[in-house]
């Protein structure tokens, strides 16, 4: 049958307490209240101290010690409360001085991501986003009216073309109509001459 695993660990460490016991019995109370804690002066003087019925009888002399070493204790313990309390201040005041400075720092942090999230134009401060999206419209708009132009341009373009074609056969029917109107007036000039011709023809017989 196996033990139970606290069991085998309190017969490992019983020979541990009987030792502490053991010193604690070769204590004297004169030694205790020279060396030892403060727990450990008392359960010696309680341990060494007479008995009277229910009562224990304690030495005056143990009891004077053992006061002063409470007393002496309870300053140190005092001292060392001050100083954790001013340790405390300290760090109290320590943290809000950092406190503080991060506030500044991440106030600076927050105003310098602004101005570097911001742009100015034509003297109106605007956020990249604002800036970008406007910049973009301003170029949409300008291939628009890039596209405009180069439409109109063709447009017109067309036109003075036709328009010169056009001009171009008008020209062409002038010459052509300034052609035959030369051709009929040297006809009736030279059929005036002729009969001018006739007549002097006439006139002489």
Do not use: C
């Not at 991501?113 to 300008?142: H, Q, R």
């Amino acid at each position: 049958m196996k033990l139970p695993k606290y069991l085998l660990v309190f017969i490992a460490l019983f020979p541990i307490f009987e030792t502490i016991q053991a010193q604690e019995d070769n204590l004297t109370a004169e030694q205790a209240l020279q060396n030892e804690n403060i727990k450990t002066q008392f359960d010696v003087v309680i341990k060494k101290s007479g008995r009277y019925q229910e009562y224990k009888v304690v030495k005056r002399v143990w009891l004077d010690k053992l006061k002063g070493n409470t007393i002496d204790s309870i300053k140190t313990l005092e001292s060392k409360l001050n100083s954790s309390n001013q340790k405390i201040t300290e760090q109290l005041a320590s943290i809000s001085n950092l406190e503080a400075s991060l506030a500044k720092t991440n106030e600076n942090l927050t105003s310098v991501t602004e101005e570097k999230d911001s742009m100015t134009f034509l003297g109106i401060p605007f956020t990249k986003g604002s800036y970008k999206t406007m910049m973009w419209a301003i170029v949409g708009g300008l291939i628009a009216l890039l596209a405009f132009f180069v439409f109109r341009f063709k447009n017109s373009n067309s036109v003075t073309v036709q328009a010169k074609k056009a001009l171009a056969e008008t020209e062409a029917e002038f010459e052509e109509h300034r052609r035959r109107a030369l051709e009929r007036e040297q006809k009736v000039m030279r059929k005036l001459q002729d009969e001018i011709n006739k007549q002097r023809k006439t006139g002489a017989k």
